[in-house]
């Protein structure tokens, strides 16, 4: 069965201190992984995806096949960067765009 | 600018009461998808659409059904809602199945 697993509910960081948001996925085949984000009263956006292999906004993630693991990192948070972080999975041979999310964590960084 | 639109915001209905949930696009992107979301649960996909093509999650209730007259416009509708199907109710849309998907902001529906 495909499945997301995000273990942290939420996670609070000082600002300027690293961030690492766990996620791990449970899929046999080959996984696309994402990972969205929604800021207060704003509407679900994607940050990133495994095979972009770029860093938005100073985010970065890598897939890591071995650990089945696509856990989201930044090296010095800011404030600005408080919301609520979705991973999510897509079949890599789906024909349908079907996503499975993660429940979330929410990343609150205090000043 | 918005790009995926969804009205209303909030719902409110009675138990057993038919209601329509309304996404919209301006992107004239072929797929459509509706996902549920519960308080503290991840997104699930209900159904989606590409261009007329209805596609079902296997595990969708059959109370819940969705329409697409054309391609700006699909709706969710839920004939006999129960207090089990209040939730976030989120459209998303993209271009090709393997685009980025665009949500609109949800609407959220109470069932009393």
């Known amino acids: 069965a495909q499945r997301v697993t995000q273990p942290e509910k939420l996670l609070s960081v000082f600002k300027g201190a690293p961030v690492e948001l766990k996620c791990n996925y449970s899929y046999s085949g080959s996984p696309e992984l994402f990972w969205y984000v929604q800021y207060s009263r704003q509407r679900l956006q994607l940050l990133l995806r495994h095979i972009s292999r770029e860093s938005i906004k100073g985010f970065t993630a890598d897939l890591n096949k071995g650990e089945t693991s696509f856990h989201l990192k930044k090296p010095f948070a800011q404030e600005e960067d408080s919301a609520m972080y979705y991973c999510?999975?897509?079949?890599?041979?789906?024909?349908?765009?079907?996503?499975?999310f993660g429940q979330g964590t929410t990343l609150q960084v205090k000043p | 600018d918005a790009m995926v639109i969804q009205n209303p915001r909030y719902q409110v209905t009675q138990f057993g009461k038919p209601v329509t949930l309304s996404c919209s696009q301006t992107?004239?992107?072929?797929?459509m998808y509706w996902y549920q979301q519960k308080s503290s649960q991840a997104p699930k996909l209900l159904f989606h659409y590409y261009d007329k093509d209805f596609n079902n999650e296997a595990d969708t209730p059959d109370n819940f059904q969705s329409r697409r007259p054309n391609t700006s416009f699909c709706f969710l509708d839920i004939r006999s809602p129960g207090l089990g199907d209040a939730a976030m109710y989120l459209c998303a849309t993209s271009r090709e199945w393997n685009n980025e998907q665009f949500f609109g902001p949800g609407t959220r529906l109470t069932v009393l």
């Open positions: 992107l004239n992107h072929n797929v």
């Open positions: 999510a999975l897509r079949a890599g041979e789906s024909n349908t765009g079907k996503l499975i």
